[in-house]
């Protein structure tokens, strides 16, 4: 009784707050993470490594550590890169692996970008972790047990000098992940998840510019969530920026351009939800190297404030 209740409120995150694709703060930082169409975008061959801990205090609460790199192929306007994500919640542990490919066509006043992911969706459960009443159980598999299936992604990107609107679709072929000796064949479908992303750089004066930007995240089973974000950039090098995400929290984020080819940033996300009462806030760090490119002649130059 005690396994099938605490097995059930972990899986409830899945089904409940529609937690497959792991959540994150710095998402106007780093696009990639959930639009393909973002791989290539500036003259830039950049790479990340970003770690989040959620619910900081509670245990088994979510850490996510993830690896991106992309850079551009200028003369056949394309880019390509790849990610890997490992995601891990109380007993369970997914794990994503994907390359990535964009097309990048000249469009008005900016360019439109169409990209696509492909990769290997992976879930494990660590069932030997669980406490049990009796140490023989059968309906408890003695050990951890993995499933792995086909993932992809696609999205859709415009993109400006001073603004950006992204449309993207991760999990794009949806299936059930069935694991032996024990039925969660409905618990553990896996949902598309739908982002909608727009951004625009205003500026405020020679040295200040403010940066506007939201994210829609929609996914069956769990309401619609908004992050709304405000950034200051002062001198295209030190960022500062609030936000807040509907129904869960406010956010402080910074990054600090250390190098012309090193940024690193920082979050922190202050609870407002329920759950606040017992757990504390979550943080995220991200270091990102870039190098940068020559453009071709007849390519544009691209506001590094969106693209690195």
Known sequence: MQFSLFLGMVLSVFTSLGQQEPMYTQNNFDRLTFNPAYAGSSNWIVTSVKHRSQFVGLDGGPNTDIITIHAPWQARSVGYGGKIVSDRLGVTNQTGVSGIGAYHL????????????????????????????????????????????????????????????????????????????????????????????????????????????????????????????????????YTLGIGYRTGDALTFSMKIHITDAIRLSYSYDFRISQIANYSGSAQEFMLRYGIKLLPPQQIKEINPRYYF
């Not at 006043?109 to 494990?124: P, W």
């Not at 159980?137 to 050990?143: H, Q, S, T, V």
């Not at 992204?166 to 794009?172: A, D, F, T």
């Not at 949806?174 to 969660?184: E, K, P």
């Open 106 to 237: 000249g469009l008005g006043k900016g360019k439109m970008s169409v990209g696509l992911e492909l990769g290997l969706y992976m879930q494990s459960i660590d069932f030997s972790t669980l406490y049990k009443l009796e140490k023989i159980d059968n309906a408890i598999p003695p050990g951890k047990t993995t499933k792995a299936k086909l993932d992809g992604a696609f999205g859709l990107q415009y993109q400006t000098k001073n603004y950006f609107l992204g449309l993207s679709v991760q999990h794009l072929y949806g299936g059930s992940l069935n694991f032996s000796n024990y039925d969660r064949s409905i618990v553990a479908h896996l949902y598309r998840h739908w982002f909608l992303s727009g951004g625009y750089v205003k500026d405020l004066s020679k040295n200040l510019s403010m940066q506007p930007c939201f994210l829609v995240k929609k996914v069956s089973g769990a309401p619609m969530q908004v992050d709304l974000y405000a950034n200051f950039i002062y001198k295209e090098k």
